[in-house]
């Protein structure tokens, strides 16, 4: 048997084929780019995203899959039109256009009680999609006549595969307009907002037919980290799953579902058959992407030279990682990312190091401040585009102060939709996803340790809030 998987990330379409002990053997990724402004918007060709898909299929039936799950990025709004053809370009998860709504006293206020503090900031997919309809009051014509979807990015996916209006359990549960507890609408957040009842998908499990594209049936849908955490089999509570991609995402899960404070987020990891299990979430928007300006930059010739460079660093320069927004550990809608300490012996070796090391400090951080909720976890797991990085690695063990071990070939999400379509052919329950773990290297912490320490970086992030 071989799997399908479509992995929609923040800078393309990753299309693989699983065997049947969850090893990908062969994959092609399309690059589709984010567009971004100064004014905040950062969005992503719809139409791109779409044919990008149905040409990831048409390459899987190739290849002989005739079966396949989809993992989408999360917390992205689109609307498009009863024929499919999209009608926005989707804003994504960085996206701050809603930054001006979100300020408003009266969201401010009501963003103070715990249930709604996720809800009514410039993050919110909720947010977003009141925003999209301000913005182009058509839509909202249209939404009330039922001639147009507004929805993430997952039930737009699902809607070219079988022409229904529906989502995931697990992407649904991130808009602030469903309770990921019991699954209830949330009306009194649409009335707030002002949002159409009629923006209302079916939500269907995360395990179960979708359905098809160019003969391939879909039996997965699910948010990307959700599916990372499966597929490092991070599901007890002495794991915790790290990942660094576009942007950086520390996971927890927990017995069962909990408000964990304003710096966190609620996740459900997934929902079969009607159980869901939960997680807690810290996330940062810059990881991977930073690295990705480094290049852009031509600070790096190439994202291969990273551990190289970083290697022969002998200085030190404390980095403040964020492209879009301060997040963590303070929140700063106005603050961007600093590099504090040039000198004229700062060399361009120094610069990649202390950008690694600010991702690794606040990578530290975030972990510190989820298990003060979940609870400590003795192993960390890791997975995204930055684990190739050995120096990573050895920094990120040395900031935990644990080991931390890779998942093989660094694509979690890809594995856990794998292992997921295995859950729907019955080749094995769910209660068995936390033991099929893979992973292909382990790194105790002390190999390599931090020129720059908390305290410094800590005093660095005050003093640039403040001067941002």
Known sequence: MRYGVIDIGGTGVKVSVYDEGFRKTDHVKIKIPMRSTPEGLVDHDASMIRDAVLHGFRWLRERGVRLAGIATYRASILAWGRDGKPLTNVITWMDRSSRAIASKPIYRILGLAPILGKVFRADSPAMRIKWLLETNPALRVGVERGDIYIGTLSSYIAYIASSRYMNDASNEALTGLLNPKNFKRLWFVYDLLGIPRSIDPEVVDN??????????????????????????????????????????FVDAVVEKYILPGKALIPLVVYR???????????????????????????????????????????????????????????????????????????????????????????????????ERVAGRRDLVRVDGGLSNSTVYLE??????????????????????????????????????????GDVDLSVEPGVLDLKVNTNMWRRALEWGSRTS
């Not at 959700?226 to 915790?240: E, K, R, T, V, Y």
Request: hydrophobic share 40%; glycine share 12%; proline share 2%.
């Open 207 to 248: 395990v179960g037919y979708i359905g098809s594209i160019e003969g391939i049936d879909i039996a997965v849908l699910i948010a990307d980290q959700q599916a990372s955490i499966i597929g490092s089999s991070c599901l007890s509570s002495s794991c915790l799953k790290i990942t660094g991609s576009t942007g950086v």
């Open 272 to 370: 079969i058959k009607g159980d869901a299990l939960y997680a807690i979430e810290g996330f940062a928007p810059s990881g991977g992407s930073i690295i990705e300006w480094l290049v852009r930059t031509g600070i790096l010739e190439s994202v291969e030279e990273l551990d190289r460079i970083a290697s022969e660093a002998r200085g030190s320069v404390i980095f403040i990682p964020s492209l879009t927004h301060l997040s963590h550990p303070l929140e700063r809608e106005e603050a961007t990312g600093l590099l504090y300490g040039l000198s004229h012996s700062t060399s361009r070796s120094d610069i990649v190091r202390g950008v690694l090391e600010g991702i690794v400090l606040t990578i530290a951080s975030l972990a510190e401040t989820v």
């Open 395 to 436: 920094l990120l063990a040395s900031a935990c102060k644990r080991r931390v071990e890779r998942v093989r070939g660094v694509d979690g999400a890809g594995r856990g939709v794998a292992l997921l379509l295995a859950v729907y052919e019955g080749r094995i329950k769910k209660e068995e996803l936390g033991k099929l």
